[in-house]
């Protein structure tokens, strides 16, 4: 739909038409989010988020549960997140051209408490799998010369309570799972104003609700020698559909303000995602490690009819979400520091493919990461990283004590 399309008299009085009658469908659908399916934890995301092949760690709840058989001790972790996020929006008063706009979230990311026992481990976690906040603001005048605002601001929240067991089936093999209590979300606000358009004043969508739901993921790791371990994994999303207040405001013939309003139903979908890893340790100090990730983004794609404020109005409108896949690399090296101590290097990269579900924008983006770590005693490992991207730069750090 073009801007002058969505501007006309025509559009603009059947959609007041459906808000009055309190149709389901309206011109205002869910805003953008963006998901985050990169593992936990400072040690895999410096390694270019690649961890499925190798889940040797707490974080393994999360990446590939079957790889918390690898622990022998119990041990408690905790991370936090620190994220900058560049939102490229479409011009949505011009309707030609993009801007970028800056936001910055820190939250902790990730804790865990893991407990092994014989030939089976068992876990407690949290997880913000998704910590998301975007704004964007146009204003000017359309091609009439009618002035004009358009404004979108979104908070997207994921977050994971599990529990997680795993058990080695034999010497070579080992299978694990979590059951999930997933809470997401949705804070957000699409408004646009029509100041000087005859009676109508505004056009908003608004939504601010919370829901959860009953998720899972599965894992299974193969370690048929010492220097080579091939990993498995199937992640669960979900549906959440949340309640959206559409309200149009406009004054009547006799100089009164008013409002019509109505709530519909928007989905939003965690989107299920399938992974494979392999771990290779040609020396004691050197590590490589490759992830392959298939995302079904086109699960999340409510089709036509349901567009957001940016594909509306933004240059090249909608374009569906297509499934994709995310290719991971990274590398590690240690060494030895006297007797009690250990430290390590770690670099890598990923790509995240375009699923912005918008024609005029390609959002694919490389992910450059590297970070760090320390352990001391064999207790105590903190841990770096750093990824830097077109549209993401972030730090996380994270703290590992063994019992």
Avoid at 224 to 238: E, N, R
Avoid at 250 to 277: E, H, L
Avoid at 333 to 357: C, E, S
Wanted: glycine share 10%; aromatic share 10%.
């Amino acid at each position: 739909m073009t801007r002058s399309a969505f501007r006309s008299g025509a559009g603009l009085l059947l959609c007041l038409a459906a808000v009055a009658v309190e149709a389901q469908d309206t011109s205002i659908g869910p805003p953008p989010v963006q998901y985050n399916f990169a593992p936990p934890g400072a040690r895999s995301l410096a390694m270019g988020a690649s961890f499925i092949g190798l889940a040797d760690d707490a974080t393994a709840s999360e990446s590939n549960p079957a790889g918390l058989t690898i622990l022998t001790r119990p041990e408690v972790s905790a991370h936090f997140r620190y994220s900058s996020f560049v939102n490229e929006a479409p011009d949505t008063v011009s309707g030609a051209g993009f801007a970028r706009f800056t936001d910055r979230q820190g939250s902790p990311a990730f804790f865990s408490v893991v407990y092994p026992r014989g030939n089976q481990a068992f876990s407690l976690y949290y997880q913000a799998a998704a910590d998301y906040r975007a704004h964007s603001f146009f204003d000017g005048l359309l091609g009439d010369g009618t002035p004009n605002y358009d404004q979108l601001e979104t908070r997207f929240r994921v977050e994971n309570a599990g529990l997680s067991a795993a058990t080695r089936i034999g010497s070579k093999l080992s299978a694990g799972a979590s059951i999930r209590l997933t809470r997401t979300q949705l804070q957000a606000t699409q408004r646009t104003s029509f100041p000087s358009f005859g009676s109508l004043s505004s056009l908003e969508g608004t939504v601010d609700e919370t829901k959860s739901k009953a998720t899972f993921n599965a894992g299974l790791l193969f370690r048929p020698a010492s220097w080579v371990s091939v990993g498995a994994v199937y992640k669960h999303g979900g549906d959440f559909s949340f309640d959206e207040t559409v309200a149009i405001r406009f004054r009547d013939v006799d100089g009164n303000d008013n409002t019509d309003s109505a709530v519909q139903q928007i989905r939003v979908t965690v989107p299920k995602s399938y992974g494979a890893g392999v771990a290779l340790r040609p020396t004691d100090s050197f590590l490589l490690t490759a992830d392959l990730v298939r995302i079904n983004y086109s699960e999340a794609d409510l089709g036509p009819g349901n567009e957001n404020l940016y594909q509306i109005a933004g240059q090249g409108g909608r374009e569906d979400l297509k499934n994709a896949t995310e290719i991971h690399v990274g590398t590690e090296y240690t060494w030895p520091v006297g007797n009690d101590w250990i430290l390590a290097l770690r670099g890598g990269f990923y790509t995240d493919p375009d699923h912005d579900g918008l024609a005029g924008l390609d959002s694919a983006d490389v992910h450059a990461t590297f970070g760090g770590g320390v352990v001391v005693l064999s207790k105590l490992q903190i841990d770096v990283a750093v990824n830097l991207a077109t549209r993401v730069k972030e730090g996380l750090v994270s703290f590992v004590v063994r019992f």
